[in-house]
């Protein structure tokens, strides 16, 4: 159709470098040691520490109490990214269902009370909101990472817009049939959301994964720590070492980035169509 | 939100009392479906997770937030006083508020003309290519799925004092960089870190917003301009201008609110003669100088920022979808 340049191909080689470049580093020099990357710099070749680095990582990490390991943290970092994903979807569609498929009193203020949460995300209420949690005891539990964060419309915008596209005769026909609410719902709408869960389950994975102001307030026992907070806690103990665990910060951030980073590789497809049409 | 002079009403609109008499019986102009279900307790079943959840969690504090800007606490716990909008006159007044918003200000400008241009540009070109395309395109996005206090960490390495390569070229080319220390060397690892972070989201958009640019349309666009540069500044720039104002907001508020894990990686809790955003600021003077009244006078003033923002956003993703 055009004629293609070289020039194209070249700027779209230095985008990607300079995308891609860091990560590649960060990861290879995962596998040296320490004193090796601090006395020869960052690597793009892979060195034969890998091993030791990601085990330690893995299993010896201390922190202050001593009990908080790699492993506790990333499955923390799992807990987080299912339990918001799944919340989020089941909440957001339930609420959905509700604002699209009945005509009720109060309808109308209860969709702007919902939406009104799209004005103003979490960081500008942080302070109030931790004494919220401190008030309901909320302060190292799960319930309290995960819960605040679904008070946001985001879901229910997305699903809202979804069940608008789904054609009445759906609904005509089983009313025919003598469906009620209930049954639409589990029988009809959740069987033909499935490709919008999907998409909709990626991108909260990762939003519910990622988060790292609201872990950081939440937790002070390290048993709850997450990756994103167990990279603050890593960086806390640099401060004052004569040579800094390079090496077990890299391995970190690895650990940290490959579960989203896979599942976007992998579902990409999903993941555009999702991210594109939700409009955040 | 729609009920602004400057939106061209029609004759027909009807009256703000006709409309909340519509909206306190649940009806509306024009329903979403033909169909609906009636009356009865069930819709609130369905609804009612996510009230309590947006009630306690996001009304509550909100509230909370508005009533304690206008207080002062006591260092040690002993009750409040009631001081009027004195915290927004203190806030609005220090010059480290000022210098902190005017940097905000900047950070947002620049963050958002790099990502955004980096963003169409390779979008544009992986548009055109044919070969690699694909390879490119999950290359480029994998980027996206990067934590933001990991992309800080990462920077931080690039930037580090004793084997950083960028403070290495930035030797190389006679200028000390210390990141952390000196005033505009953090500002350029902030910006390049936080610039990095976003070009994939944007990349996305764009890509998909020219996608959708029929073949039709491109094909008489080719006949009609034989310059490269003419073709994209008469065709597809105006084709893709909702995209680009929908990720211009996008982009502000990323800035604003998400990059403050990258700040708090690199600035480290240290603020001296470090700079951050109003957002970093909020919580330094909250949970660090315990000024809970100040914090939250802060987190108003940004509250009234970000709706208005969002405001703005909502009311062109309408036109958008009329359009669409």
């Known amino acids: 159709m055009q004629k293609i340049k070289p020039f194209d191909h070249l700027i779209l080689i230095l985008g990607t470098l300079f995308l891609c470049v860091p990560v590649l580093m960060a990861l290879m020099s995962s596998t040296h040691t320490a004193v090796d990357i601090h006395s020869n710099g960052l690597f793009i070749t892979p060195g034969s520490n890998g091993y030791a680095t990601y085990e330690k990582v893995l299993t010896h990490r201390g922190g202050f109490t001593g009990d908080v390991t790699g492993l506790l943290m990333l499955k923390n970092s799992l807990i987080m990214g299912f339990g918001f994903a799944i919340g989020k979807i089941v909440l957001s569609m339930m609420a959905a269902y509700a604002l699209v498929y009945f005509r009720f009193r109060f309808a109308t203020v209860l969709f702007w009370m919902i939406f009104a949460t799209l004005l103003l995300p979490l960081e500008v209420r942080i302070m109030p909101s931790y004494q919220v949690m401190s008030q309901l005891h909320l302060l190292n539990s799960y319930t309290g990472l995960i819960v605040p964060l679904l008070a946001s419309a985001t879901g229910t915008f997305f699903f809202r817009q979804f069940f608008k596209s789904v054609p009445d005769e759906l609904l005509e026909a089983a009313r025919i049939d003598g469906a009620g609410p209930w049954k639409f719902f589990i029988d009809v709408l959740v069987p033909l959301s499935k490709t919008m869960m999907a998409a909709i389950f990626i991108i909260m994975f990762i939003y519910g994964w990622n988060q790292y102001l609201w872990p950081l307030l939440m937790t002070t026992d390290e048993s709850f720590y997450t990756l994103m907070r167990g990279i603050k806690s890593i960086l806390q103990v640099w401060v004052g070492s004569q040579i800094p665990d390079y090496n077990e910060a890299f391995a970190l951030a690895v650990l940290a980035m490959v579960p989203p980073v896979a599942v976007v590789v992998i579902f990409q497809r999903m993941f555009i169509k999702g991210l594109t049409e939700s409009d955040k | ?324």
């Open chain 2, 1 to 324: 939100m729609t009920d602004t002079p400057l939106s061209a009403q029609g004759p027909t609109a009807p009256s703000f009392l006709h409309r909340l008499r519509d909206w306190w019986s649940g009806e509306t102009a024009n329903p979403v479906k033909r169909v609906q279900f009636g009356h009865g307790l069930t819709p609130w079943l369905f609804v009612l997770p996510q009230l309590a959840v947006v009630v306690i969690f996001f009304y509550w504090p909100s509230a909370q937030a508005v009533t304690s800007s206008f207080y002062i606490e006591d260092p040690f716990g002993f009750g409040s006083t009631f001081v009027g909008m004195e915290n927004y006159a203190d806030a609005l007044g220090s010059k480290e508020y000022l210098s902190t918003a005017w940097f905000t200000a900047f950070f947002c400008v620049v963050v958002t003309a790099l990502a955004l241009g980096i963003g169409l540009l390779l979008a544009v070109k992986a548009d055109k290519v044919i070969r690699g395309a694909e390879s490119y395109k999950t290359l480029l996005i994998s980027v996206y799925a990067i934590a933001p206090p990991v992309a800080g960490l990462i920077g931080m390495m690039f930037f580090d004092m004793h084997m950083g390569p960028f403070t290495r070229l930035f030797a190389f080319f006679g200028h000390e960089l210390r990141v952390g220390v000196d005033y505009w060397d953090t500002t350029i690892a902030l910006i390049t870190i936080s610039v990095w972070k976003q070009i994939p989201y944007n990349f996305i958009f764009f890509l998909s917003g020219l996608q959708s640019v029929p073949v039709s349309v491109r094909e008489a666009a080719l006949i009609d301009a034989r310059s490269g540069w003419r073709r994209f500044k008469d065709v597809t720039l105006p084709l893709l201008a909702p995209t680009a104002f929908f990720l211009l907001i996008i982009n502000i508020t990323y800035t604003m609110f998400d990059t403050f894990p990258i700040i708090d990686v690199i600035v480290k809790d240290k603020p001296a003669n470090n700079p951050m955003t109003l957002v970093y600021k909020v919580y330094l003077d909250g949970f660090k100088g315990n000024d809970i009244g100040g914090s939250s006078a802060q987190s108003v003033i940004l509250m009234v920022v970000v709706a208005a923002l969002t405001v703005l956003q909502f009311r062109f993703l309408e036109r958008r979808v009329h359009y669409g």
